[in-house]
């Protein structure tokens, strides 16, 4: 990580060009995105990034890269019940229930227990639908 280099009026200026600077008409949410795009390109598979801008990826409503980072996520930790809870949101959203329910089955099987959450997040809207939603709660919740 960079250090800070000399204060500019009220800000720091850096003296590296990493990061991308902050214009007032770019919103918070568009920021992040970028700022953590320049990190990922230098670090791929920093695991903790990619949860933050997958996350923000789907805040944006960009579902199919949201997707294509919980699925990254997932072969970066294939024990994590989380990714694959995340990864069933990102297929539901994209209304492609059979793979939501595969995640999900396999989220439930790693530990994810959350099943109140489970049951009102809105990413699992088209999962949710579906009777074997419920029939997945039923298996896990006894």
Do not use: W
Request: charged share 30%.
């Amino acid at each position: 990580m960079s250090s800070p280099g000399k204060p500019v009026g009220n800000k720091v200026a850096s003296s590296s060009s990493a990061a991308p600077a902050r214009t007032a008409e770019q919103s918070q949410l568009e920021f992040e995105l970028d700022f953590f795009e320049t990190i990922l390109s230098r670090n791929p598979d920093f695991v903790d990034v990619l949860r933050v801008h997958g996350n923000n990826l789907t805040l944006k409503g960009s579902f199919a890269e949201g997707l294509e980072v919980d699925k990254r996520l997932v072969a970066l930790r294939p024990h994590d019940p989380l990714a694959h809870y995340n990864l069933a949101c990102s297929y539901s959203l994209l209304k492609k229930v059979e793979p939501a329910l595969r995640a999900l089955r396999k989220a439930l099987e790693l530990g994810y227990d959350d099943f109140r959450y489970l049951r009102e997040d809105r990413d699992l809207l088209a999962v949710r639908k579906d009777p074997r939603f419920r029939q997945l709660l039923r298996e896990f919740e006894a």
